[in-house]
């Protein structure tokens, strides 16, 4: 696998012989200091170029930077500024994902707390702060935010029980680990959040929940994670039910709301009793 300098070095010589490449913005976790130091890092870069298009329509580029495993190209509009981002695994294992961005509209990155650049052209892009986590940190909710996160969690919490009474798999599944898992992971960073000042980021999809949960919470949370056994499937519901009673109320006090006890009381009541009858 190439090292960190050959590949920078490499995205760094195809833009400064490319007359269409304006600028190179580097963010991700590869600028962000607190992101454990591991090979499977990306490398996110950011091409501010004349013509966007172009690079869509021309792909030859990407031979420049090495033999490609696999690559997925994605569109995407900001404030409907287009721009375009090709996601690149290369056969030595570096994995890029560059984005060509219209430098006209380059400002609407600058919003990016982690970003470094390491190319201006023409002298145009305002030095940036040193790279750092704060656009990443966890917000408060708005009241609203907190209170249909919550009763998502436990009205679907019913539903994973109906799937598990019903032996429907694949129903089951979708329901506790994609729609209650967003819910679980959710709240679990705002009590991050509210246990370290807002101030703190948990990583994406709670990657880095284990570095800031007490060991009893982590213990707990790891016990949501389960297998197509629907009785482990039980044991799970049952451990994140808990898990949202301990942190949603330590949330609610931090900001001053409401924690729906009765709901959370009724549901569990009534997902033990599915249980017994399943």
């Not at 499977?40 to 033999?67: C, H, M, S």
């Not at 690149?88 to 990016?112: A, C, N």
């Not at 007490?214 to 009785?231: F, R």
Request: hydrophobic content about 35%.
């Amino acid at each position: 696998m190439r090292n960190e300098k050959q590949v920078i070095y490499e995205i760094l010589n195809f833009a400064e012989n490319n007359d269409m490449v304006r600028a190179v913005i580097w963010n991700g976790s590869r600028v962000n200091s607190n992101a454990p130091k591991d090979k499977y890092r990306d490398y996110d870069v950011i091409f501010a170029v004349t013509d966007p298009e172009y690079f869509l329509r021309n792909q030859a580029w990407i031979e420049k930077l090495g033999e490609l495993i696999i690559m997925q190209q994605n569109d995407f509009y900001e404030e409907n500024v287009k721009s375009y981002i090709f996601l690149m695994l290369f056969k030595d294992g570096v994995r890029i994902d560059l984005t060509f961005f219209p430098v006209e509209h380059i400002s609407l990155k600058y919003k990016d707390s982690l970003k470094v650049l390491l190319l201006d052209k023409d002298n145009k892009i305002p030095k940036f702060d040193s790279s750092n986590e704060s656009y990443y940190v966890t917000r408060k909710p708005s009241k609203k935010q907190y209170d249909e996160t919550i009763n998502n969690f436990w009205w679907c919490a019913t539903n994973v029980a109906k799937g598990i009474c019903r032996k429907e798999l694949s129903y089951t599944k979708y329901m506790f680990d994609a729609v209650v898992r967003e819910e679980i992971i959710t709240v679990v960073a705002w009590y991050i959040g509210a246990n370290n000042n807002w101030s703190v980021n948990p990583g994406k999809l709670g990657k880095w929940f284990e570095k800031y949960l007490p060991s009893e919470l982590w213990s707990l949370m790891e016990k949501t994670y389960s297998s197509c056994d629907y009785e482990e499937t039980w044991r799970s519901l049952l451990a994140a039910c808990k898990l949202i009673s301990i942190v949603g109320p330590k949330v609610a006090e931090n900001l001053g709301y409401d924690y729906p006890v009765e709901d959370d009381k009724n549901v569990t009541k009534y997902l033990k009793k599915l249980q017994e009858l399943s």
